[in-house]
């Protein structure tokens, strides 16, 4: 029995004189059907991710204020959200994840609706939601704030990621919607060594561990206390020498799976709509206080009720396209010994497997791969 594919709809960055980018995304979710949801009087969950500070590629808060009027004037309540991290930066705790947030210029002012951090205070405030048909998590550990609203919806900043491969719907929604213990379950399969040969004592790795885990010997080499370890994985992406690496060869794969079925929580039982933006597609999170060059060029705004299928057309859509000259990925491809996957995501992370996510996903009945794709 051949699988129903999911519509996907699709709309480039070109803007004629007379019309705006915040308009034209208007229009694609509204032809994408966000209005079949019954928004009158609903507390409407956005989850965004707000952007560390220093970090210049996060959404800016004009596409929020787009999906916030809509919301607005389909009868909802939308509120922005996001959970606390674990790692070292500014948005570890409410207080500093909301001066972060403004900061990066996210206001009822320049998005029309509040902000709530979606875990509370110190990252505490979370719900335990069951995973049906989860394998590793019995029980997701989701932001109380976020299982309180009545409608989900995301809107993703897609581009590539140092653990996951790439980060689009299901990161934002899985790893994003998590609690602070959420988090560290999600990363716990993964505890980073340190390679010494290739160590050079900087010290990048252990301004980036929130747990003191990572120490050094009189040879200024690095090591990493696997007992005071949480697995975040900033180390790997911080170690501009490839000194860091994952011992445990299946831990790329269980965050994946974890991530898909946190999702699943997330989702289960009520209306939810989710939109990728492809743009400013940075080699790594935007949890990074910096980014670097884009990998790719920008590519368009993308829409779906279904995330998986919509994450995977995102994917299709970015390996369609040239590497941008000068990027860590076209860096990657020119190094000695260099070997083809024929995947820009892989490419740029080699030891990251995008695919484990979105093959877990749809097992467990969050959405399928298989995709329409409705250009508008």
């Known amino acids: 029995m051949e699988t129903q594919k999911s519509k996907v709809y699709f709309s480039d960055l070109r803007a004629l004189p007379g019309t705006s980018l915040p308009e034209k995304l208007k229009k694609l979710i509204r032809r994408a059907g966000i209005g079949d949801i019954d928004f009158d009087k609903k507390m409407t969950a956005i989850k965004i991710h707000f952007g560390e500070p220093g970090n210049l590629s996060f959404l800016r808060p004009n596409w929020a204020k787009a999906v916030a009027d809509v919301v607005k004037e389909l009868g909802g309540k939308p509120f922005l959200t996001d959970c606390n991290t674990l790692y ?37 405030d979370e719900t335990y939601v069951p995973v049906k048909g989860g394998e590793l998590v019995t029980e997701a550990k989701i932001g109380t704030a976020i299982m309180d609203a009545d409608i989900f919806i ?38 980073p060594t340190v390679d010494q040969e290739r160590c050079v004592g900087c010290r990048t ?37 490839d000194a860091i690496y994952n011992e445990n060869s299946s831990a790329v794969k269980e965050l994946d799976m974890k991530i898909a079925e946190y999702s699943k929580a997330v989702l289960d039982g009520r209306p939810n709509f989710h939109i990728n933006l492809v743009i400013d597609i940075s080699p790594y999170c935007d949890c990074h206080g910096e980014n670097d060059v884009p990998i790719l060029p ?67 009945g969050l959405g399928t791969r298989q995709y329409e794709l409705i250009t508008i």
């Open 88 to 124: 070292v930066g500014r948005r570890k705790d409410a207080l500093e994840h909301l001066e972060s947030a403004l900061e990066n210029g996210f206001s009822p002012f320049s998005t029309g609706c509040q902000i709530i951090i979606g875990d509370g205070l110190k990252g505490t």
């Open 154 to 191: 995301s809107l993703n900043h897609f581009k590539g990621h140092e653990a996951t491969g790439f980060g689009g719907a299901l990161k934002n929604i899985g790893m994003g919607c998590g609690s602070r213990a959420g988090k560290m379950e999600m990363h716990n399969s993964g505890k």
């Open 205 to 241: 790795c252990s301004k980036n561990c929130a747990h003191g885990a990572i120490s050094f010997d009189e040879h200024r080499k690095a090591s990493i206390d696997h007992t005071k370890c949480v697995g975040c994985g900033r180390c790997l992406g911080s170690c501009n020498f």
């Open 298 to 364: 920008d590519i368009g705004m993308f829409a779906s009720f279904d995330p998986v299928a919509l994450d995977q057309a995102c994917v299709d859509a970015c390996n369609a396209q040239e590497p941008m000259p000068g990027s860590l990925l076209d860096d990657r491809m020119h190094e000695e010994g260099f070997c083809d996957h024929h995947d820009h995501f892989v490419n740029t992370t080699p030891d990251s497997g995008w695919e484990y996510c979105l093959e877990h996903a749809e097992k467990i």
